[in-house]
């Protein structure tokens, strides 16, 4: 199948967290964002499906994932439910290009989204009035301020979304102060004195290797995921680290300040026992449109939607959603 897309130079062999499906083709492919940075994405298509016209969806997360981790697993598994699908790693991570390398942005994040787009719909087999995408964990929050403006996305879910500027700006729960966010801003901005004079990025905190009763518990339940061979991978920022200015340009550029403006259908998925699941049901609150659901999952975790290790992961109710509204 052609797919008019340059190949990129990266690894060719199966090397991602989850096994690979006899029910779909995939092959790598790399397109450029408005910024004219190069993306890799991981494309999954139904086998014998070359002369039909299918509807779309672009995937990516979680935040600090690559392709190879959740949205691959999640991009495979809709490929084979009967669409083609583009799981991508955002800029400056993972096999996609940008320098300097682990920085996330509000906006060129965001614009990942609409160039994971431009990809879908310049596929022969993609009918471009029909695409749709699905954001995971950080990548929620980028998917629905995506759909905000790109009035292309006909269809938007997330899967236990964070709101990264939410997260970043006031802490987990809303819990910083004025005068915590005040001196984290003294403390970022230290540090590009530093940077500045030495030319290059500082590393932030990297995550611990192992759990600990002194962590809170998401954050153990994160390095069970990603430091642990259930979903390690080599490129994941989880097993790297951001650079510590990234926080920055969240700090003052709310990235759902538009959420009313949606008015496409919107699908939040958030787990019963998720540590995210107050900025699902916030997020979903804001959304605009009347075609909206939030649909929380019984007893399930914020990393139990990573992998679908404990079965929580509704895809039966996403190929729904999609065949309805793509």
Known sequence: MNTNMEMPKCNDGWDKIFSQSDKVENKKVSFRNRYGITLVGDLYFPKN??????????????????????????AQTMAERGFVTLAFDPSYTGESGGEPRNVASPDINTEDFSAAVDCLGLLPFVDRERIGIIGIC?????????????????????????????????????????????????????????????GTPAPGYSMPDTPSDKLPQFLNDYIEFYKTPRGFHERSISNKVWTATTLLSFLNFPILAYANEINVPTLIVAGENAHSRYMSEDAYQAIGTDKKELFVVPGARHIDFYDNQGGVVPFDKLEMFFNTNL
């Open 49 to 74: 499906s070359e002369n039909n016209k299918l509807a779309a969806l672009a995937v990516c997360g979680a935040f600090g994932a690559v392709k190879e981790q959740a949205s691959g697993f999640y």
């Open 138 to 198: 950080g990548w929620g929050g980028f998917a629905l301020n995506a759909t905000a403006v790109d009035t292309r996305i006909k269809a938007v879910a997330t899967m236990v979304m964070y709101d990264m500027s939410r997260v970043f700006g006031k802490g987990y729960f809303d819990s910083n102060t004025p005068e915590m966010r005040l001196e984290m801003k003294r403390s970022l901005n230290a540090i590009r004195w530093t940077d500045a004079e030495k």
